[in-house]
């Protein structure tokens, strides 16, 4: 898959430059969170540990779906994001990605219904109503997965 990340990298950013901004985001919410998870394989991104600090509210975003505001709390060195909001009925949650960028700030929690990627490390859980379901972390340069004209993750929801 990781030897078709150039190509699909290169569709994403056709697609998302067109002037059917929608089409276009809603193709990224797609590629992109496939995107994310192949960005595992590269050595150095995987957080090992959770990160020291969080900000008290965040964004949790379903894969291909819809964007929900979030808190963030700790119990013991594990950090727990408690997601607001109902999930489609039809959706059942398997493991979180938190994403952080390169200067280590948290973007936001991508939510997918796969369990996470093998070998990474356990740094928390995503609680959404009654279900939690296991997060892992990664630090990147959010270009590598995200348009920037379709934010996963938008700041509205944080207020």
Known sequence: MT?????ALAFLALACGKPSGDAACGFQSV???G???NQFAVQGQTLG???TTLPGKLVVRLVAGPAYPAFSGKVGS???IGMEGKLPENVR???GVLVMDTTGKARGVMLYESDPVAGAPKIGTVAIGSVTVPMIGIQLDP???EDAR???FPDSLLK
Not at 3 to 7: I, S
């Open 31 to 33: 590629a992109g969170a």
């Open 49 to 51: 540990t959770p990160p």
């Open 93 to 95: 949650p398997g493991s």
């Open 3 to 7: 030897r078709y990340f150039p190509f």
């Open 35 to 37: 995107i994310l998870i």
């Open 78 to 80: 594990d950090w727990v």
């Open 143 to 145: 270009a590598r997965f």
């Open 150 to 152: 379709c934010p996963y």
